[in-house]
């Protein structure tokens, strides 16, 4: 039986990889911040040499944008030194390491959805981490598989604490406020599922590098937000606004939507339109609450 580990088991894509993997046959083990602290090279080696993986996931990220304007150090200790700990145990243990990143290494200047050879341009402390790590995984591994992805939900986010886009949509729904979204920022939301899936398919085909996994269909923020709420049959007072209107601390690249050309090319399935997702995440969500 193969074996499987998972660093970040917790988030919202590391629960839905533990059930992708398992269902695919493997022996899992899934370690959250509390079990195994990544920053500690020494903890990271012996955690993978106990369990003796055939392939190590790392769902772990350090992913407060804006806090890490004021805190590039704590951002960069997680989102790339502690990749380079992992890199290294795989290493040692002739593990393959699959690895997520972010679009957000992009400076979102093209207009037109990223592939995986245009050079990345980070616009702030969390995208330069995010790129180092990235960096890490390939200076240690010939054989990494770094997957870029784009506005993640699943539903682990309903026991995070920070939640995903459509819970911050529903519950500012309930509060019955004028709700506000950019709608001069595009991006690729991607259905943690999903992600999960085409992640095991890459694996199972030995690819290795970098590959975008979005969600398949560029759309702003605020489009994203209208169809959440028609699919979930609300219709609270939603007006778009813009980056000269909501400034945040850190800047964010206006398009920075994933091709998933370079993963169709592999083989490896198309994703769905993105209202089959929501409709799914919806579905599956009211069993929940």
């Known amino acids: ?125 969390y995208a330069v981490s995010k790129l180092a790590g990235e960096y890490y995984a390939k200076a240690y591994l010939d054989d990494a598989l770094i997957v870029r992805t784009s506005g993640v939900f699943g539903l682990g986010g309903l026991q995070t604490a920070r939640g995903n886009f459509i819970e911050l949509m529903l519950r500012l729904a309930r509060e019955g406020k004028t709700i506000r979204v950019v709608e001069d920022h595009t991006g690729s939301p991607t259905y943690a599922p999903l992600l999960a899936a085409r992640t095991a398919d890459l694996l199972e085909r030995g690819i290795s590098g970098v590959i975008h996994v979005g969600g398949g269909a560029p759309i702003t923020w605020f489009e994203f937000a209208r169809m959440i709420f028609a699919e979930a049959g609300l219709q609270p007072d939603l ?40 409709r799914s995440y919806l579905q599956l969500r009211s069993r929940m609450v």
């Open 1 to 125: 039986m193969k074996r499987a580990v998972i660093f970040g088991c917790a988030g919202q894509l590391g629960v839905e990889l533990e059930r992708e993997f398992r269902q695919r046959g493997y022996e899992v083990a899934g370690w959250d911040r509390k079990q195994v602290d990544i920053t500690s090279a020494e903890a990271v080696e012996n955690a993978v040499a106990r369990f003796n993986p055939d392939v190590v996931l790392n769902a772990a990220a350090y992913n407060q944008v804006d806090v890490a304007e004021s805190e590039p150090a704590a951002a960069f200790q997680v989102n790339a030194l502690a990749v380079r700990n992992i890199a290294l145990a795989c290493r040692q243990n002739g593990a393959r390491l699959v690895h997520y990143s972010t679009d957000y290494v992009f400076d979102g200047a093209a207009g037109r959805p990223y592939v995986e050879t245009d050079p990345p341009h980070p616009l702030g402390a």
């Open 239 to 278: 007006r778009p606004t813009n980056d000269r209107e909501y400034r945040t601390p850190a800047r964010r690249p206006k398009y920075s939507a994933l091709s998933n050309e370079r993963m169709e090319s592999l083989g490896v399935a198309p994703m769905p339109p993105l209202e089959t997702a929501v």
